[in-house]
């Protein structure tokens, strides 16, 4: 059986077309249907043909996570863990700016990226997350929303949580086409953002789609030295290939990236830490976002202090790199990316 929300409109189209013998305008119908109105019931979309119903109803389905768990921190956040059709959990977040409600989605159940500092790799790679389960992540999100009030919906998507995307390419690109085209969620590319970290041949391909899509690279070092003790990646594709595929994607996709920088006390915090970083990104339209620690209890690492945090973002201004410090959300349940899916199942958590 299908899940419609795992086609992109010209998928569905082409399987419409060439299976069922419709006409591609029977794409643009269903994504109306399930995107703009929201309808999950065969029977109340007024412009199918009876018959076509009934072919819908035995060959198509309209599958979406269930909540397994629900977490509302003080500030408004919510982290959900999700339960998919075969009983995998992942969990996704609602973050509340003041310019909108951004949807945290993993794309993966479980994480191969082994980063030294996240909790998303206290358990391993399951599989990869079909693009409809993505696609039933922003909905769920979107549903708590519109119990708050009608008018409410997610407006920002980043593709930022559990698993790596570019590990997921097809699926995640699928699901992106959904949330930007207009009969679907209709969020403006700049509104979305696709995070990596650092798979260099994800990155070249990336940016030959020519997407106005956001891309961000989790970097949290200025050289490979240090680089190579958090992030096992890096050993496949030190920094030289990386900032080769970054300037790469900016000269083909006209855009620029953000470099993600979580700051470590005692390890990648330091004035010439951040004198490094803003060498290595030299020449870069790049811009960083450094983001303070969410401290995991079973591992090492611990928060910078906040003056030098300060600092570190003070030396890159004065070195002429565009800099922020993110800000925090839900401080008070478990933040940190993976920590409430490991610890339901009891793996190290």
Known sequence: MYNLYDFKIEK?????VNKYFQKKYRATQLFKWIYEKR???????????LSFKEVLKTDFCLDKPKIFKKQVSKDGTIKLLLEMSDGNLVETVL????????????????CNMGCAFCASGFLKK??????GEMVGEVLVLDELLKEEDPSKRVTHVVVMGTGEPFDNYDNVLDFIRILNHPYGFAIGARH????????????????????QINLAISLHAPNDEIRNKLMPISRKYPLNELMDAVKYYEKEAGRRVTFEYILLKGVNDSKENAKELAALIKGT???????????????????????RVHDFLDTLTKLGVTATIRKEFGTDIDAACGQLRAKNENKKL
């Open 192 to 211: 979305l953002t696709v995070s990596t970290c650092g798979l260099v041949e994800g990155i070249r391909r990336y940016a030959n789609e020519h997407l």
């Open 95 to 110: 973050m509340r700016y003041n310019y909108g409600n951004v949807a945290c989605v993993s794309s993966e159940v479980g």
């Open 285 to 307: 339209l790049a811009y960083v976002n450094l983001i303070p620690y969410n401290p995991i209890k079973e591992l090492i690492y611990e928060r910078s202090d906040e003056n």
């Open 126 to 131: 399951k599989r990869d997350l079909t693009c």
């Open 12 to 16: 569905l189209e082409e399987l419409l």
């Open 39 to 49: 309808v999950d019931d065969f029977d109340k979309m007024s412009d199918i043909s």
